[in-house]
């Protein structure tokens, strides 16, 4: 029996946090300060980013080629990485020189653009785009975009940028019994679309109270190998946080043994050759943008078209976006004022958004309330609209 090939991506993501800003704050410093954001990154990167690097370096240099997986980094956290976690830094250097990891594209600000402004978008993906080329010698030729946010309309901006393929989310509904074990072609033919494999994606990354069933009850990576190795087809593809896959020791595991099973490691890049798209299972159009979440990771059909619930299912959300969005010509029209347009592009973070959620989801938020990171937000919106 051929087994299917693996398509492994973390991703690595961290934005900007707002500080506590009320109606009375006159002050242009909207994020938390130096100090604050240096324990958030020094927690994050001692608990999970430094010692998973560390192992996935390890299991490079130990399967000699044979493990492959990409990396998708957003800008604002190599920002944050190279300010306050520098040796996390040095660890993703030496994975993309390693031969056997690819870094994705994306939207500098793990934005939601994609949903609001085309050329916001593109001013995202360009920026990114040179930073990954600037500090890791790779200009991205898969995109994935923020919360793998996916739609035709996406799919050909991102064959208009040159990206030979686009990840997305394959939740079976979503397929109409379709499975996200085969390649794809998007509304372009010669874009490949790549499905994430919810079910056991979602095993490795989500927190489970015990070993989901899937894992065969244990949660022992054998279980895990035997899990992948059942789903037929061509591909599985993983696609996760890098954070939340745990124990680290699993990470140790599973890689080692779904090679000795005979599974194959490839990089998307790889999988959208030219040859492979010819063997692919035809196109597949998906109208309305779909995407991952944490919590709920399907459009809400009671909540619009371009509603995606996390991030934009309740109307602070939706007002939130809006207005934030209203004010992208006049930032742009101040020509000098660079720190304006930084200031409102850290304000497009996919983040500021979900903690205003009221759907349930994992993600943890600094604000008491969906309510008050709302209004912390918009306080903050309305100083940077005093500012133009």
Sequence with gaps: MRMPAICLYFQIHQPFRLRRYTAFDSSSAYFDDHAHHARAIEQIAGGCYLPATQILLELIQKHHGRFRFALSITGTGVELLEAHAPEVMRNLHALANSGGVEILGETYHHSLASLYSPTEFADQVSLHRAVMKRLFGQSPSVFRNTELIYSDAIAQFAAKQNFAAILAEGALPLLANRSAAFLYRGPNANLALLLRNDTLSNSLSLPQAEPPAELGGDGRAESFVQAVSQIGGQLCNLFLPLESIAPLEFLREFPSKLLAANHKFLLPSEIAAADALQHSAGSLSIPEPI?????????????????????????????????????????????????????????????????????????????????????????VLDNLRARL
């Design 291 to 379: 995407c991952w979440s944490s919590g709920v990771r399907q459009p809400s059909a009671e909540l619009g078209a371009n509603t995606l619930a996390p991030w934009l299912g309740n109307a602070m959300q939706q007002n939130a976006a809006a207005e934030l969005y209203k004010l992208e010509s006049a930032v742009k029209g101040q020509s000098t004022a660079t720190r304006l347009l930084d200031d409102w592009r850290k304000l497009t973070a996919s983040d500021h958004f979900l903690h205003m959620s009221t759907y349930p989801t994992t993600s943890s938020s600094p604000d008491d309330s969906p309510y008050d990171a709302y209004i912390n937000f918009m306080n």
